[in-house]
């Protein structure tokens, strides 16, 4: 099956600093990736769509200036936080359809940040 | 709008017990997706089924089995003989048709004992 990693695992970082996520499709190119937010004990929430060669959409209520979102690459998404604060520590975690499949989605194994 | 719920926060039961994970979803679209996802402690997501809202079939696999009813939108998964190995967090999600946005529910720990 395809296969969605991202890097790092885990973080921890001092309260003001940027920390950069990646996300990547290792199979398989995927012009479209999700970025999801999980707090602890919490259902996932949709933070923005990451679209190849154009600007991400962010959901309603989340800081793009706060979350930037590249899609450098058919392969590669970032999400990069910056200023992070500790109300940002939560558990990231990416996704990614294949190609001509609308119904399926791949995670990436998730981002634990701790933010200082 | 679309919605996911899963009502049942936290289970427990002892080993071998059938545990039944209920999930309500809402939506006015007629083509959507339905999937059941596990995330055990570590926090990756398990893929465990996929259905098309055209297809009501129950599913079995394993110990594991579904029941999609249309008439009440619900999708609920069932585990017979339930281990411990089953516990975890289990999501019910929802997604469009021709979109890939995925709508989670609140999610349903389950905690088997021995």
């Known amino acids: 099956g395809a296969v969605v990693s991202q890097h790092p695992s885990r973080v921890i970082c001092k309260s003001g600093t940027s920390v950069k996520i990646e996300c990547r499709s290792l199979?398989?190119?995927?012009?479209?990736m999700f970025w999801y937010r999980q707090f602890p004990k919490q259902s996932l929430m949709l933070m923005a769509t990451?679209?190849?060669?154009?600007?991400?959409?962010?959901e309603q209520g989340v800081e793009k200036d706060k979350f930037l979102i590249n899609h450098a690459s058919l392969t590669l998404s970032t999400l990069t936080v910056t200023s992070a604060h500790p109300e940002d520590s939560s558990f990231y975690i990416c996704?990614?359809?294949?190609?001509?499949?609308?119904?399926?989605?791949?995670f990436g194994p998730g981002t634990r940040l701790t933010v200082l | 709008a679309q919605k996911v719920t899963q009502a049942q926060t936290e289970i427990s039961v002892v080993e071998k017990e059938d545990v039944t994970l209920d999930c309500v979803y809402e939506?006015?679209?007629?083509?959507?997706?339905l999937f059941w996802y596990k995330q055990p402690p570590s926090g990756e997501l398990v893929f465990l089924i996929r259905?098309?809202?055209?297809?009501?079939q129950n599913e079995i696999s394993g110990r594991y089995s579904w029941n999609f009813q249309k008439s009440t939108s619900s999708f609920n998964f069932t585990i017979t003989a339930s281990q411990v190995v089953d516990s975890a967090v289990y999501f019910c999600?929802?997604?469009?048709?021709?979109?890939?946005?995925?709508?989670f529910g609140s999610g349903t720990k389950l905690n088997v004992k021995p």
């Open positions: 999600a929802l997604s469009l048709y021709n979109f890939n946005k995925f709508y």
């Open positions: 259905r098309n809202s055209f297809d009501e």
């Open positions: 939506t006015r679209d007629t083509t959507y997706y």
């Open positions: 990451s679209n190849e060669g154009s600007k991400a959409t962010y």
């Open positions: 199979d398989f190119q995927a012009t479209t």
């Open positions: 996704s990614a359809p294949l190609a001509g499949e609308f119904d399926t989605q791949y």
